[in-house]
C-alpha cells in the first residue's frame, strides 16, 4: 500500500485556513491593546516606517511560532487537521522544533521567486516543495485523525 501524499490544493487549502486563524487572532489581539491603550493613555498612534517594520516582525514571529508549534507538537497546524492531512519527516517520525524552523525558513524561501519553490510539489512522487526538501519532511494524509462532523441533536451515543 503507498502512502497518500497531500497534493498541493488541499496544503494550500489547510494553509489559509491558518493564516485566517492567525490572522483573526492578531487582529483581535491588536484591537484589545489598543483600546487599552486609548483608554488609560494619551499616546497618538501613527503608521511611520517603524510601527510599520515592527509589526511585520511581530507578524513573522508570531507566524514561526505558531507553525513551528503546531508541528512540532501534533504535526498538524488546525488548518491541517480539518482537511486531514500531516507533516512528519521522510521516515515517518513527529518533527523536532529546530526541522519545524527550517520548514518555515523553506516555505518563506519557496515563496520568493513567485512560489516556484512550491512546483516540485505538482511533479514529485511524495509531493515534496523545498520547504519539504530542505526540512526533509513529506505531507501525507491521515483520514483516521480528521475530525467527524456530528449530525443531529448530540445526545451521547454515536451516530450510525
Known amino acids: 500500500m503507498s502512502v497518500p501524499y497531500a497534493g498541493i490544493v488541499t ?15 492578531l487582529l483581535g489581539t491588536t484591537v484589545v491593546v489598543g483600546l487599552v491603550i486609548s483608554a488609560f493613555s494619551s499616546i497618538k498612534v501613527s503608521a511611520d516606517i517603524g510601527s510599520v517594520l515592527a509589526a511585520g516582525v511581530v507578524w ?8 513551528t ?9 488546525p488548518g491541517m487537521r480539518a482537511l ?11 518533527l523536532l522544533p529546530r ?16 512560489m516556484a ?14 520547504q519539504d526538501f530542505l526540512a526533509r519532511t513529506v505531507v501525507v ?3 483516521d485523525e480528521r475530525p ?8 451521547g451515543a454515536e451516530s450510525p
Open 141 to 143: 494524509y491521515v483520514e
Open 11 to 25: 496544503r494550500a487549502v489547510a494553509f489559509v485556513i491558518d493564516l485566517l486563524i492567525l490572522n483573526g487572532a
Open 148 to 155: 467527524v462532523p456530528h449530525r443531529g441533536v448530540a445526545t
Open 117 to 130: 519553490g512550491y512546483l516540485p510539489i505538482l511533479i514529485t512522487d511524495r509531493r515534496q516543495g523545498l
Open 84 to 94: 486531514g492531512i500531516k507533516v512528519l519527516t521522510t521516515k515517518g517520525d513527529r
Open 99 to 114: 526541522r519545524g524552523l527550517l520548514r518555515v525558513i523553506g516555505m518563506g524561501l519557496a515563496a520568493i521567486p513567485l
Open 69 to 77: 508549534t503546531c508541528w512540532s507538537l501534533t504535526g498538524q497546524t
Open 60 to 67: 513573522s514571529l508570531c507566524f514561526t511560532a505558531y507553525f
